[in-house]
């Protein structure tokens, strides 16, 4: 995979700086444990929430704290496929004319970088629910080798190929808010936990047709390190995750560039556009989370093979 110097640069001060912005929400839920263990567990801004959170609490459970707001990010980098590629031109009377890529070589790479805010409530000591508000901006970098193109339903010839390479090499930039929801489930006998987290996400971004839909789906098993003060709890785990981001692209390419007896037919400038499909959906993930006095939680999240990524971010508790 090829990276960008200003990825590079991106990630480099992703790591440095602490963006608030989130993917997860990286806590565990209830948790079993043993009256020897060094557990500190306090009761949040309402008695009733979580449900069934005292009868829980009575058999040596833990239980969240019932409200919460994050503020964290990620970033990620990985390689797709394009596909569908039409081209879209106009004739000098005025008409319309399409075309599609016959034979296509390419080396297809796109990163974002995901902010949000997710204010979230454990309805049960087990189940988190939250919403997701941010922002989305990223770059799409087509670098594809067309053997040939089809131009197609021609008055009277119908589909009619045209033997002509060229090269699409572009680099597509878009940005936007974004608005989804989620859900974590968690639970554990201490010091072992399991999350296994959900969210989906929209986002309208600029220069791109349609909207972007995400589904993120995370399992993960933790390990709470055994630390003597009681206001700190760290839990370090390792996990999976699988990104649904399929994405499509536009763009403007000039009709010489094709071949230069299609001007006549395209104009001097035409249309692109295409689909992008994730070579692999799947990665690994390890990462660590800090829970201060169970109000405050820091996290920091790494994602490598088939996918490089990074996730930090913040939490309050209440």
């Known amino acids: 995979m090829r990276y960008s110097a200003a990825f590079k640069i991106l990630v480099f001060g992703f790591v440095l ?19 020897s263990d060094n557990i500190l567990d306090k009761g949040g801004a309402v008695d009733f929430l979580p449900f069934f959170n005292k009868s829980l609490k009575k058999n040596n459970f833990t239980s969240p704290k019932p409200f919460g707001i994050a503020f964290s990010s990620m970033i990620y980098q990985q390689e797709y496929i394009s596909k569908n590629l039409r081209i879209k031109g106009e004739t000098v009377t005025g008409i319309e004319v399409f075309a599609r890529g016959d034979s296509v070589s390419q080396q297809t790479t796109a990163g974002e970088l995901k902010g949000y805010i997710k204010p979230n409530i454990w309805l049960f000591p087990f189940l988190n629910v939250y919403g997701i508000f941010g922002f989305t901006t990223g770059e799409i970098r087509p670098d594809l080798f067309i053997d040939g193109i089809i131009i197609e339903d021609l008055p009277g010839i119908g589909d009619y190929y045209i033997d002509t390479t060229f090269i699409l090499n572009d680099e597509i930039r878009y940005n936007g808010q974004t608005f989804g929801f989620g859900t974590t489930l968690s639970f554990g006998i201490y010091p072992y936990a399991f999350l296994l987290d959900y969210h989906y996400t929209v986002t309208s971004p600029s220069d791109l047709e349609g909207k972007m839909h995400n589904h993120f789906l995370s ?37 010489e560039e094709i071949a230069p007896e299609l001007v006549l037919v395209f104009g001097e400038k035409a249309l692109y556009s295409g689909e992008i499909e994730a070579i692999h959906n799947w990665n690994m993930l390890a990462g660590i989370n800090l ?20 996730s930090i971010g913040y939490g309050f508790l209440f």
């Open 291 to 310: 829970n201060i006095k169970q109000k405050h939680l820091v996290f920091l999240e790494i994602g490598f093979i088939n996918r490089i990524q990074a």
């Open 17 to 35: 700086i602490p963006y608030f912005i989130v993917a997860q929400q990286n806590m565990a839920g209830f948790n079993k444990f043993s009256k």
């Open 219 to 255: 399992p993960k098993f933790g390990y709470y390190i055994s630390t003597k003060n009681k206001n700190l709890k760290i839990m370090a785990w390792l996990g999976a995750m699988y990104f649904m981001n399929d994405q499509s692209f536009t763009g403007e390419i000039t009709v």
